[in-house]
């Protein structure tokens, strides 16, 4: 009865997927594949050990990411092991390989990385997700060819109907082609805890639970609260397979140069980057490159500056590049609204907002172009900004709109908020074109 309703539930959600032409693969909890030779070699060795994660929320959270790292301590007597996240909520691996470098990379040498991203490339296309993960193992292996990796796939309910099937779901098949290519290992959470829930002793989603007991009024263990991040059992469940898959490869030993092989996918993002905006660039725009400027910003701040922050539709930020594809890295939110990005006179409207957006939180854009060549763009706010009513009625439910109803002031803006600059190309030059005009 219970697998019946986790398919009829998700059936509609199913259908909206961009990826169903996928030959979803053969689910399996664990392939070793060449393993973590470098990463065991310096533990079983006593030597410091770095270990690096990136992904979205679910990684982001105080959850499985610090759970394996203190079980890794444990285990194998390690004092002060350096770790460092660069997990953003809300985020897909196409974020993910544009800002690697400068998020993540940057940070240290790591011996391991953890790579998550197969929930939130659930709304993807195929191509963008092929092209994220390969690229994201090219740009670590050139930086340091002796870091291992380790893809994780997370658990939401179409992977649960796909695991009953026996398969994968979307987004993790197309992660796992990826990793058999380059050989590395994998972890899937999703069969034991479908095998959990259909035992009756856990139940995939309840709102209503004891948050010390994590059980529900039925005594059942409570996965998630929200139908797609884990509570703290779910979270221990994470870690109790990552941990015993790590046990069964610590036998893998050695020191090894992983091998960068011939391009799996000719045009992936490899060659990307994310570049941090310049001021001389802008024009009517707030710089905000300090705790207090604003303060819905604050909580960024310890990731990266600056921000251009307007509402202006006189203002504009100018550069030229090289390249075939280009995006922003934006602050979606409350007094988000609309704006342009011009490429070549080519005006492209998006909104740096969603049903979501009682909270602000980091989101990317991009505009995909048909010829690598020089293009010359222009960022700005739409003179058609978003209405309250329209923010109102697209909120997602009941609590943001009763939100939205108790303090109307705070989404009464149309502001354009971004920081960097994404490039599958190279920055050409930054125009210092000031002159006012008006974009109609």
């Known amino acids: 009865m219970k697998s019946k309703f986790i398919l009829s539930s998700i059936m509609l959600i199913i ?3 961009c990826f169903a032409q996928w030959e979803l693969k053969d689910t399996t909890e664990f392939s070793a594949r060449h393993g973590l030779p ?21 990684t982001a959270a105080n959850g499985w990411r610090p759970k394996i790292v203190s079980w890794i301590e444990e285990q194998y007597s390690i004092k002060d092991l350096y770790s460092y996240s660069a997990a953003i909520g809300g985020t897909d691996s196409k974020y993910g390989v544009f800002r690697i470098d400068e998020h993540l990379l940057s940070k240290s040498d790591f011996d391991l990385i953890f790579i998550e991203f197969a929930v939130n490339d659930g709304g993807a296309s195929s191509s963008d997700v092929e092209k994220s993960m390969e690229g994201m193992v090219r740009k670590i292996w050139s930086k340091n060819p002796y870091t291992d990796i380790c893809f994780v796939y997370t658990v939401n309910v179409a992977s649960l109907s796909d695991c009953e099937n026996g398969k994968m779901n979307m987004s993790a098949t197309k992660h796992d082609s990826i990793a058999s290519y380059y050989d590395i290992p994998s972890v899937s959470w999703t069969s034991q805890t479908f095998n959990m829930i259909e035992s009756d002793a856990v139940v995939w989603y309840d709102s209503d639970y004891d948050k010390t007991t994590l059980l529900n009024s039925s005594g059942q263990y409570v996965f998630t609260a929200d139908k797609v991040h884990p509570t703290d059992f779910g979270h ?16 893998l030993r050695g020191v090894k140069k992983h091998i960068i092989k011939p391009v799996l996918i000719t045009d992936n993002y490899e060659n990307t980057t994310m570049i941090k905006g310049v001021v001389i660039q802008s024009k009517n725009y707030d710089y905000v490159d300090s705790i207090g400027q604003l303060s819905y910003l604050d909580k960024f701040k310890p990731l990266e500056n600056p921000y251009f922050v307007s509402q202006d539709t006189n203002a504009t930020y100018q550069f030229s590049f090289i390249g075939n594809e280009m995006g922003l890295d934006i602050i979606v939110g409350p007094t988000g609204g609309r704006y342009i990005i011009e490429v070549d006179g080519v005006k492209n409207e998006f909104a740096n907002w969603d049903g979501y957006c009682s909270y602000y939180r980091k989101q990317s854009r991009f505009v995909k172009l048909s010829e690598t060549k020089k293009h010359i763009v222009k960022i700005y706010p739409s ?9 109102r ?6 609590s943001r709109k009763a ?27 930054y125009s210092t074109d000031n002159r006012s005009r008006r974009h109609d």
């Open 15 to 17: 259908s909206l997927q």
């Open 38 to 58: 470098n990463f065991f070699d310096k533990i079983n060795t006593k030597q410091d050990v770095k270990i690096g994660f990136i992904g979205g929320s679910i």
């Open 236 to 251: 221990e469940v994470y870690k109790d397979i990552l941990a015993k898959c790590l046990l069964k490869i610590d036998t």
């Open 383 to 391: 003179i058609q900004p978003l209405t309250l009513e329209e923010k």
């Open 393 to 398: 009625n697209s909120l997602n439910n009941d």
């Open 403 to 429: 939100d939205f109803d108790a303090n109307p002031e705070k989404y009464d803006k149309n502001e354009l908020i971004f920081s960097h600059i994404f490039l599958n190309g190279t920055l050409s030059d």
